[in-house]
C-alpha cells in the first residue's frame, strides 16, 4: 500500500500536547487497587429524581431533536437562575443556547470569536483545554501565571502586564480548575475595568460556581458594562454530578450568541433530548441536592487539605471546586517524578501540575471528590512516600 509522502495534520493539531490528565487515567484504568484523586469527577451519582426525568423521557418517545439552541424550558430556566443569583436579565430565545458540556462552550467560544493570531489571555495554571481551544482557534495562548501566595488568584495587574494590541480575549476560570482559586470581586472589578479600556471580550467558566466554600461567587457578568462583552460558560457536569450526561449551556449578548449558534448547529446539531430533560429537572428541584453534595465537598477538602499540610506538603486554601493543589517541590523529585512515583510505589494518583501549564510545576493536583475513607487512606499512603523519600 502507497504511503502518504506528506504530513497531513494540521499544524494547529501539531501544536497542542496530549492531555496529562489522560496520560495518567489510562495507566490508572490498569491498576484495580488504585486510589484515583486525578480525575475531577464526582463520585456521587446523579440524583434519582434527575436520573428518572431523563428515563421518562425515553420512555415517553421524546427522542427527536430539540431547537438547535436547546429545549425552550431548560433555557428559561437558566435564565431565570442567572436572573435570581446575580440579577442578570438574559432572553431565553436569543441570549442562551444549550451545548453538549461547557468542553463545547469553550470550543464555541474560541471558534466564534477568535481570528488566526488574536491573543487570548488566561491564567496559569488553568484548565487543560483552554489552550488547545485556543490554538485550534488559530489564537495565540498567553498564559498569566497565578501564585500560591495569593491562594492562585489571578490578578488584575498581571493581565494588564499581558495585554497588547494583539489582545482579544480574557479566559477566566472563575472557580478555577486545576487551583480551586476563586476571584475576589475586587480583582474581578479591576478586571472588568481593564476589559472596558482595552475594548476586550471576556469568556468567564463558571461550571464551578455552586461549589464555593467560606466565600462568594461572583460573576464578572453583573460587574457594571460587563454583560455586554461577557459569554457565560456553565453546565451541570459538576454541581449536580452529571458528567456523563454532557449537558452545558452559554449565555452571552445576542449578536455573539447568534454567530455561536451558527457554529453550534453546524457542528452540533442540539445536545440530546433526555440530558436536556434531566438538566430541566435538576434545575427545578435539584437545589437540596447540590447543597447536600457540596457540603460534603466542604469537609472532605478541610480534612484532606489539613492533612496534606501536616505531611508538610504545603497547599493553599481552595475556595472552590473540589481540587487541593500541594506544593511538592520540597521532595526533590519534580511534579511528573513525584505523580508517577506515587502511582506506582503507593497506588495513588495525581495529575503532575505542568499538564495545566508552566506556572504549575513543582505542584500536582487531587481531587477530593472522592468518598471521605479513600482520602484518608489517600492521605496514609501519601505521607508513607514523602517519609520514604525524605
Known sequence: MDTLKRDVLSQRVQQVRPSGIRKFFDIINTMPNVISLGVGEPDF???????????ESIQQGRTRYTSNSGILELREEIAALFQRLYGLTYDPLSQVLVTVGV????????????????????????????EADIIFAGGVPVPVPTYAKYDFAVRAAEIEAAITPRTKMILLGNPNNPTGAVIPREELA????????????VVSDEVYSQLVYGTEHVSIAAMPQMQERTIILDGFSKAYAMTGWRVGYVLAPEHILSAMLKVHQYAI?????????????????????????????????????????RIGLACSEPRGAFYAFPYVG??????????????FEEEVALVPGSSFGNAGKNYVRATYCT???KLEEALIRIERFVKKHA
Do not use: W
Not at 45 to 55: D, F
Not at 109 to 120: C, F, L, Q, S, Y
Open 45 to 55: 451519582v446523579t440524583p434519582e429524581h434527575i436520573r428518572q426525568a431523563g428515563i
Open 103 to 130: 468542553s463545547e462552550g469553550v470550543d464555541l467560544a474560541m471558534r466564534t470569536i477568535i481570528d488566526p493570531g488574536d491573543e487570548v489571555i488566561a491564567p496559569d495554571p488553568g484548565y487543560v483545554a483552554y
Open 190 to 201: 479591576a478586571i472588568a475595568k481593564l476589559a472596558i479600556e482595552h475594548d476586550l471580550i
Open 269 to 309: 446539531m442540539c445536545a440530546g433530548t433526555a440530558a436536556q430533560e434531566a438538566a430541566l429537572q435538576a434545575l427545578r428541584h435539584g437545589d437540596a441536592d447540590v447543597k447536600r453534595m457540596h457540603d460534603d465537598y466542604a469537609r472532605r477538602g478541610r480534612m484532606f487539605v489539613d492533612g496534606l499540610n
Open 330 to 343: 520540597n521532595t526533590g523529585m519534580s511534579d511528573e517524578e513525584f505523580a508517577e512515583k506515587l502511582l
Open 371 to 373: 468518598a471521605y475513607d
